[in-house]
């Protein structure tokens, strides 16, 4: 094939606007060895693009991949230093060919693209001018090609510091119960009982399942917001952040069997104490245990869309504690949706969002007094459609949260801002934590209309949850039997 051949098949590609092409230019290991290089690319970049116009290029409508002729198929692959002078004379011919264009030269996309391996990915991505990697036969070994994506995106992270031309890690959960939940929220994972905890908030149930059995759920007859693992000696116990009250309960029959009924369900949860505030326009919502025994929750604005406080910051967030069961206002300020409740595994920083203003804080966190120092962790960028829900805290400090709305969780780093990996969900996503014999399996909240099952992921090597702490409720006399009534329903 010559250069006019090359050019003439890549303005027939560019006449489809949706393709991209990928122009392969290189030299051979002769003209290498005569110090060839920049006369071969330059003449072979001049004869493949002649004729095509310089927007093409800044609309990234053609790449240019440099595939040296001796390093294709034969395990020989350049050393960063000379990918960099190859593709420092690429952009050279790029500046000479649309120099009166500002900005040709310095956006064109040039991959390197001569046998790519593992070993050799992280340091050619770490050169200045190597925008990417394109990748033949390593490809075809599944194991091969993750660990070449790895290495060239962590690179990637270093060499740009969290520009937004990073490209996080891309992972898929699946739906492992199709529960139905009209809003599924709150999951939390028992390491005493190996079983996972969550609710479908509007329709006041409480859900379990120990990955084995088939899944049941509990109907508390009240709007549930969030629950917390209990300690106590009945297994299975959690509190509940009902609309009107505290509630607690076991989700577990006395046999110790989890589809047998428990005997005293007709009776009802037991009530717990107040909720922090009586006003008719907002509700518990989003909550989880500190890593002290305490149960902190937020509220909702029940009519903030519409209706008697529509648009009104009237939600608080309160701590409950565990020893003397009084509530204390722990944020000097008011919000409409309360989410992204979480700790850090030292419970020293606490994470909270207001779901409308898509951003993500992070404060000081003591367990008995108020959150201080708020400074900025996420804002949503202005594309991406949703808003920030449930969030969860994993072993190394990174952030995780569920933007419903979006199919999607992120990883954050708090550091940062910096969205290091993506879980998409077919569904809309509320919550997340992690669970499972290692803690290393995601569980995934939805809701209606287009979920309310329950997904499940299993996480990469090194990454892992904390295990999730208890409510210790100060003395047994705390609780008392009230009206609630449920009942036991198995899926």
């Known amino acids: 094939e010559t250069d006019s051949d090359i050019n003439a098949r890549l303005h027939k590609c560019l006449e489809q606007p949706s393709l991209k092409v990928i122009l392969c230019i290189g030299e051979t290991l002769q003209e290498y060895e005569s110090g060839m290089l920049a006369q071969v690319v330059d003449a072979q970049l001049r004869g493949g693009l002649e004729g095509v116009s310089p927007h093409a290029l800044l609309q990234d409508r053609v790449i240019i991949a440099y595939e040296p002729v001796w390093a294709i198929g034969t395990g020989l692959v350049a050393t960063p230093e000379q990918a960099q002078a190859a593709h420092l004379a690429i952009r050279d011919t790029m500046k000479a060919m649309y120099g009166e264009y500002s900005g040709v030269a310095e956006t064109v996309r040039i991959q390197y693209g001569g046998s790519v391996t593992p070993d050799s990915i992280a340091e050619l991505m770490g050169e200045a001018d190597v925008d990417g990697a394109l990748v033949g036969g390593a490809s075809l070994n599944a194991d091969s090609f993750t660990r070449i994506f790895d290495g060239a995106t962590s690179a990637d992270a270093t060499k740009k510091m969290g520009m937004i031309s990073y490209l996080p890690r891309e992972l898929v959960a699946m739906e492992v119960l199709a529960t139905k939940n009209a809003l599924g929220e709150s999951p939390v994972w028992s390491e005493k009982n190996r079983s996972l905890y969550w609710v479908s908030a509007t329709e006041g149930e409480v859900w379990t399942w120990d990955l084995q059995n ?145 951003c993500v804080y992070a404060f000081d966190y003591s367990p008995d007094g108020p959150l201080t120092n708020r400074r900025l962790v996420w804002t949503m960028p202005s594309e991406m459609p949703g808003g920030p829900d449930g969030a969860q805290v994993d072993s190394t400090g990174k952030l995780w949260i569920a933007v419903t709305g979006a199919g999607r969780i992120v990883q954050i780093n708090p550091e940062t801002g910096v969205v290091e990996m993506v879980v998409y969900v077919d569904a809309n996503p509320t919550s997340l934590t992690f669970g499972g014999d290692n803690l290393d399996e995601m569980f995934i909240t939805t809701r209606a209309p287009n979920g309310g099952g329950l997904h499940r992921l299993k996480m990469p090597h090194g990454v892992r949850g904390l295990p999730e702490p208890e409510f210790g409720v100060g003395s047994s006399s705390n609780t008392s039997r009230s009206g609630f009534r449920g009942y036991l329903s198995t899926l």
């Open 214 to 358: 088939a899944p049941y759920r509990r109907l508390m007859n009240t709007a549930v917001g969030c629950i917390g693992l209990l300690r106590s000696n009945a297994p299975g116990s959690i509190i509940i952040a009902g609309e009107s009250a505290m509630m607690t309960t076991s989700m577990v029959s006395t046999g110790g069997n989890p589809n047998n009924p428990i005997a005293d369900f007709e009776s009802g949860p037991s009530f717990l104490c107040h909720r922090p505030d009586h006003m008719t326009t907002t509700r518990p919502n989003d909550g989880r245990v500190d890593r002290f025994g305490n149960f902190v929750v937020g509220m909702y604005n029940q009519y903030h869309r519409s209706g008697a406080s529509e648009g009104e910051n009237n939600a608080g967030l309160y701590r409950l504690n565990s020893q003397t069961l009084e509530w204390q206002e722990i944020l000097d300020y008011k919000f409409r949706v309360s989410n992204c409740i979480c700790f850090s595994g030292d419970g020293k920083t606490m994470y909270f969002g207001d779901t409308p203003t898509r």
